[in-house]
């Protein structure tokens, strides 16, 4: 056989491969019923458009362009990783984040974005491989919730605090925020794990709830007393204070919409592709992370952070060992899933 006519069935051989793979690839996603899977993977009025369990991995991959009831969760927030991955280039064109100590929290803050919201895409996109996959999946999924209070509480301290708590609790507040959160992982792998991964079994959200409030109060320590000090001081008002209590206001209304499934369940069936109420938070979410920034960028401005002193170094050595330890705690908790769903496990 010639060389030239090697390369020609190199070629067609290539080319049948190409056609073969998109073929597959545009093809419509075949999807279930509700009651056709697992009630594992039941999400409260969502009736079609399920994934089938136990397909090749690629299934799930290609499934980021296809139809199905995990597209608009899936893309909501591989979207919002764009945009922040866009605002931390931006962040180098404003700021000479080499020299610029204000600059660093945004820096870490946007870095702490970007991990929830690739955890997130990737645990929507592939959870469906199994119910093993489900359970141990959704658990890297809150390695991504805690690391995004992690970032808040980073924001809140170095570049939104008041400076007399920053005064009294800069040679702490890291170390109790980082084990804070790594805490909250922990309790939210257990509620996960113990209490069964169903949306609606109120114990396993209340408990989840309760955890992220601890969270929410220790990253909120650092700005609680400049409200306190304008409403008493004459010459200030709490209004001036608008960019953080807009942060809350999203906080709230995506909580919302995170805790009540709406509007799905006043539309049963309606809302399987698009209007979920997660896919609501996700959009609120990513909203929220970017006005979070953009708060930083204010603060900074008006010099409300002058009294700050971030180390870069500090923080991203923070930021690695909570990393570290949620990820050898992951590898211990994930045991912790029961033994019949380890048998239903797929590769």
């Known amino acids: 056989m010639t060389t030239e006519k090697k390369i020609t069935d190199h070629v067609n051989d290539f080319s049948d491969y190409v056609r073969s793979f998109f073929s597959e690839f545009l093809k419509l996603q075949p999807t ?16 079609k458009y399920y994934r089938p369990t136990n397909q090749p991995w690629r299934y799930y ?71 093993y996959h489900h359970y141990s999946l959704f658990l890297i999924d809150y390695i991504g919730v805690t690391v995004y209070g992690f970032g808040t509480g980073i924001q809140t301290f170095y570049a939104c605090s008041d400076i007399y708590t920053y005064e009294y609790m800069k040679s702490v507040y890291l170390p109790i925020l980082t084990l804070v959160t790594w805490i909250n992982f922990i309790v939210l792998c257990l509620a996960n794990v113990r209490l069964g991964n169903n949306d609606c079994d109120i114990k396993r959200k209340l408990v989840m709830i309760a955890m992220q409030l601890v969270q929410g109060i220790v990253v909120t320590l650092p700005i609680a007393a400049r409200y306190i000090r304008c409403y008493f001081n004459d010459t200030c008002l709490v209004s001036s204070l608008y960019h953080l209590s807009t942060i809350y206001i999203f906080l709230f209304i995506s909580a919302f919409f995170f805790g009540s499934n709406f509007p799905e369940k006043l539309f049963p069936g309606k809302c399987d592709i698009l209007g979920q109420g997660h896919q609501i938070f996700h959009v609120i979410s990513v909203a929220n992370q970017m006005w979070q920034l953009h708060s930083m960028r204010l603060d900074h401005f008006y010099g409300a ?36 769903l380890k048998d239903k496990k797929q590769s």
Not at 321 to 338: E, G, N, R, W
């Open 32 to 47: 279930l019923h509700r009651d056709d899977v697992h009630s594992v993977f039941h999400e409260p009025a969502i009736v």
């Open 61 to 131: 991959l290609i499934s980021l362009f296809k139809i199905h009831n995990e597209t608009g969760n899936v893309w909501t927030h591989l979207i919002g990783f764009i945009v922040m991955w866009v605002a931390i280039g931006n962040l180098f064109i404003s700021y000479d984040v080499w020299t610029e100590r204000h600059s660093w929290p945004m820096l870490v803050f946007g870095l702490c974005c970007m991990v929830t919201t690739m955890t997130s895409t990737c645990v929507h996109l592939l959870h469906s491989k199994s119910i």
């Open 305 to 340: 952070a002058d009294h700050t002193d971030p180390d870069i170094v500090v923080m991203l050595a923070a930021l690695l060992v909570l990393l570290l330890t949620d990820i050898m705690s992951y590898a211990f908790l994930k045991k912790l899933i029961p033994t019949s």
